[in-house]
C-alpha cells in the first residue's frame, strides 16, 4: 500500500528577481513499511524534497497524496495537525529543547494532540525505553552524547506512533560508532513495520535502507 | 492546545530565565506600585479634609473675599474688600439666626524669655469664635466680649506653642512676646494635628481688635457663620449674601457652605487623582513596552524551539497563545507584586498622615497591567504564530 505519492512534484523558489527550480517533476511512491534513503550531491534537493513529504511546505505544483489524502489544499492548522499524528521528524542537529528533560522533550508532540499529562510521561517514557534510553529520563541535553541526543529525538519522533519517521541526515552530526548505533535503532523500527525516508551523504548510511532514491540537481535519476 | 497546559508552558518559560523575567516585569511593578499609591495619598487627603471639614460642623458658613470659581479681574490678584464692617453688618442683621466672627490672621514669632516660637500662626478672632468653631481648651478659658472690646492683650495658645515656650512650667497668667508686644496666655488648647503638613497646633488666638490694632490690618481674611438651626444654612446663606452685598458687589467675596468647600475638595482632589493617575500610567506604559521588548527578543532566541514545535504539530495558534499567556502572566504578575508593594507601602504612610486605598484603584490597576499585557504581547506573539518552520528550524 502506498504512503507518500508524489506525481510531478516542481519546486521553485522565488527569491526576489532569482528565481531557482530547487525539484524538477518528481514522481516517487514510498510504500508503507518500507526504509528508503535518499541520497544526493548538496544542494541537488534532498531536504526541500523531505520538507514537502513532511508537510512543512508545498509544491508549487505536481499533486503530494500522504496516506491517500490529496494535501494540496490543506491548510495550515489541518497540516500542523497531520504533522503531529503521522509523522515524525529527526534533524541533523538533534533540535531538542535545552534545559529540558529527555522525558519532556519526548513528550513535548503529545502535548498539541491533547494528551493528558500524566499519559504523556508514560508513552514518552515506552518512546524512550525503545531507544535504549530508559536510565536517562531527567537528564538534559547538555548531559547526553551527541549520539544519545538523537536517540532522544528519535523518541520523540516515535512518541505519538507516527506512519511515518522523515530523518535529514540523522548521523551527520555524529560519529561513525554513534552514527552505527542510530542504524541499529531505524532497523529495528524498520523491522516493527515503521516507514522510514532518510536522507544521507554517506553511502555507508545509506546502505542500511532497502531503497535508495538517487536525487541529482532536483531529479530522480 | 489546552489553556492549562499553555499556562503551563508559559511559567515554564518564565522560570527558564528568572532574572530577565523579574526585570521584565519591574516597569509593570513600579507602575502599578505608584498608581496604588498615589491613589491611596490623594484619596486618603480627601478623606481626612473631609473628615476634618465635617468635624468642624455642618451648620458653618464662611465668607471669603473674592469670587471663588467666578471669572477672575484681569490681573488674576484681586483686591481685598472684606473689613470688620461687613462682619457687624451681619451680626446685626442676622441676630438670634447665627453667630459671627470675624478673622484675621498674621505669622509672627512668639518669644517667652529665652525660648522663640518662629512662623506662629496669630489668629484674630471674636469671642464668639468658641461658639461656631468647636475648639476645646485643655485649660484656662477663651477670651471674652470685654477683652475684645478693650482690645486686651491676652491669648489663648495651642499645644505647639505651649510646648515650645513652657517646656516645663505653666503657660497660664504668663506673659507672652507677639511680635513685639506683650500678651497675657489665658487658654490653652487640646491637640488637633496637622493638615496638608501644616501644624495646626502652632497657633495663638488673640482678639480680633488687639490683632487688628497691633498689626495695622483693616481687612478680614474670613467671617465665619456659625447657623444656630442647622436646618436655615441655605437661608441664612442666603440673606448673607444680600447683606453683603448692599456694601460690596458680588466679585468681592463669597460666602461658602461646608457642602460647597467639600464639593471644591473632591473637585481638586479628582484632578490631583486624574493627573498623578495618568503619570503614573505612562509609567505602565513604559512597562509594556519593556515587556514587548522582552518577548520580542524572547520570540527571536527560541526561534528554532518555535519551528521545533510547529513541526511537531503546533497550530499557529498554539504559538500565539503561548507568548500571548507569558506576556499576560509576566504583566499580571508585575501587577500583583505592585498591589501588594502598593498597599504595604500606602500602609506604612499611612503612619505618617492618611491614606486609603480603594477598591477600585486596585481592580483598576491589576486591569490595566493585565491589559498592557495582551497589548504589548500580540505583537510578538503574532510574530512568532507566524514564523515559516522550515525557516525557524534552521535559524542559528
Ligand atoms: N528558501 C529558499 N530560497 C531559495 N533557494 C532555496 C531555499 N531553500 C533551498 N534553496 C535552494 O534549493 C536547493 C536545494 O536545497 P536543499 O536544502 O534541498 O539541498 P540539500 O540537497 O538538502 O543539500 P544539503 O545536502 O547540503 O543539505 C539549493 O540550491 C538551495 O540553495
Ligand atoms: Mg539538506
Redesign the pocket.
Known amino acids: 500500500m502506498t504512503l507518500v505519492k508524489l506525481s510531478k512534484i516542481n519546486k521553485i523558489?522565488?527569491?526576489g528577481e532569482i528565481k531557482?527550480q530547487?525539484l524538477k517533476n518528481i514522481n516517487l511512491d514510498i510504500k508503507k513499511g518500507e526504509f528508503a534513503a535518499i541520497v544526493?550531491?548538496?544542494?541537488?534537493?534532498?531536504?526541500?524534497?523531505?520538507?514537502i513529504i513532511g508537510l512543512l511546505d508545498k509544491p508549487t505544483t505536481g499533486l503530494y497524496e500522504l496516506d491517500g489524502q490529496n494535501t494540496s489544499r490543506l491548510k495550515e492548522d489541518n497540516s500542523a495537525r497531520i504533522r503531529n499524528k503521522k509523522i515524525g521528524f529527526v534533524f541533523q542537529s538533534f533540535n531538542l529543547l535545552p534545559r529540558t528533560s529527555a522525558l519532556d522533550n519526548v513528550a513535548m508532540p503529545l502535548i498539541y494532540a491533547g494528551v493528558s499529562e500524566s499519559e504523556r510521561k508514560d508513552m514518552a517514557k515506552k518512546a524512550l525505553e525503545q531507544v535504549g534510553l530508559d536510565d536517562k529520563l531527567n537528564s538534559r541535553p547538555s548531559q547526553l552524547s551527541g549520539g544519545q541526543q538523537q536517540r532522544v529525538a528519535i523518541a520523540r519522533a516515535l512518541v505519538n506512533n507516527p506512519e511515518i519517521i522523515l530523518a535529514?541526515?540523522p548521523t551527520g552530526n555524529l560519529d561513525s560508532k554513534s552514527g552505527q548505533e542510530i542504524m541499529k535503532i531505524f532497523q529495528e523500527l524498520h523491522n516493527q513495520g515503521k516507514t522510514i525516508v532518510m536522507?544521507t551523504?554517506e553511502a555507508d548510511i545509506a546502505k542500511n535502507a532497502e531503497r535508495v532514491v538517487k536525487?541529482m540537481d532536483?531529479e530522480i535519476t | 492546545m489546552e489553556i492549562v497546559q499553555t499556562i503551563k508552558s508559559a511559567f515554564t518559560a518564565i522560570l527558564a530565565n528568572k532574572v530577565r523575567s523579574f526585570l521584565t516585569t519591574l516597569g509593570i511593578v513600579i507602575g502599578v506600585t505608584s498608581v496604588i499609591l498615589l491613589i491611596a495619598v490623594v484619596s486618603g487627603l480627601q478623606t481626612f479634609i473631609t473628615t476634618q471639614i465635617q468635624g468642624l460642623g455642618s451648620n458653618l458658613l464662611f465668607v471669603i473675599p473674592g469670587r471663588v470659581g467666578g471669572a477672575r479681574s484681569p490681573g488674576g490678584i484681586q483686591e481685598n474688600k472684606l473689613v470688620y464692617q461687613d462682619a457687624l453688618n451681619l451680626k446685626m442683621k442676622l441676630a438670634g439666626e447665627a453667630e459671627i466672627s470675624g478673622a484675621v490672621q498674621k505669622n509672627a514669632t512668639l518669644q517667652f524669655k529665652n525660648k522663640n516660637d518662629k512662623g506662629a500662626a496669630v489668629f484674630g478672632v471674636e469671642a464668639t469664635y468658641p461658639k461656631i468653631i468647636s475648639i476645646k481648651l485643655s485649660g484656662g478659658r477663651f477670651f471674652r466680649e470685654v477683652d475684645q472690646q478693650a482690645a486686651r492683650r491676652v491669648a489663648v495658645i495651642g499645644q505647639t506653642v505651649k510646648n515650645n515656650l513652657f517646656a516645663q512650667g505653666q503657660p497660664l497668667n504668663q506673659s507672652v512676646d507677639v511680635a513685639g508686644q506683650k500678651y497675657t496666655v489665658i487658654g490653652i488648647l487640646e491637640p488637633r494635628g496637622s493638615i496638608f503638613g501644616i501644624d495646626q497646633d502652632n497657633s495663638i488666638y488673640v482678639p480680633i481688635t488687639t490683632a487688628q490694632r497691633q498689626f495695622g490690618i483693616d481687612r478680614l481674611n474670613t467671617i465665619y457663620i456659625g447657623v444656630n438651626n442647622p436646618g436655615n444654612v441655605a437661608g441664612v446663606q442666603k440673606k448673607a449674601i444680600a447683606i453683603l452685598k448692599k456694601r460690596l458687589t458680588e466679585d468681592d467675596f463669597t460666602v461658602q457652605s461646608q457642602e460647597q468647600t467639600l464639593s471644591t475638595i473632591s473637585q481638586i482632589t479628582g484632578v490631583l487623582t486624574a493627573a498623578l493617575g495618568g503619570i503614573a500610567a505612562i509609567s505602565l506604559l513604559v512597562g509594556g513596552i519593556g515587556i514587548m521588548n522582552i518577548m520580542l527578543v524572547s520570540v527571536t532566541e527560541r526561534t528554532r524551539e518555535i519551528g521545533l514545535r510547529k513541526a511537531v504539530g503546533a497550530r499557529p495558534s498554539d504559538i500565539r497563545n503561548q507568548f500571548l499567556v507569558e506576556a499576560i502572566i509576566l504583566s499580571g504578575f508585575g501587577g500583583i507584586i505592585g498591589i501588594v508593594l502598593g498597599v504595604g507601602i500606602s500602609l506604612i504612610v499611612g503612619r505618617f498622615f492618611t491614606t486609603t486605598v480603594p477598591w477600585w484603584s486596585v481592580l483598576l490597576s491589576f486591569g490595566f497591567s493585565t491589559l498592557v499585557g495582551i497589548i504589548f504581547g500580540v505583537t510578538p506573539a503574532i510574530r512568532a504564530a507566524r514564523l515559516d518552520p522550515?525557516?525557524a528550524l534552521r535559524y542559528e
Open positions: 523558489y522565488n527569491s531557482f530547487a544526493g550531491a548538496s544542494g541537488s534537493g534532498k531536504s526541500t524534497l523531505m520538507n535529514d541526515e536522507i551523504h536525487i532536483g | 522550515i525557516q
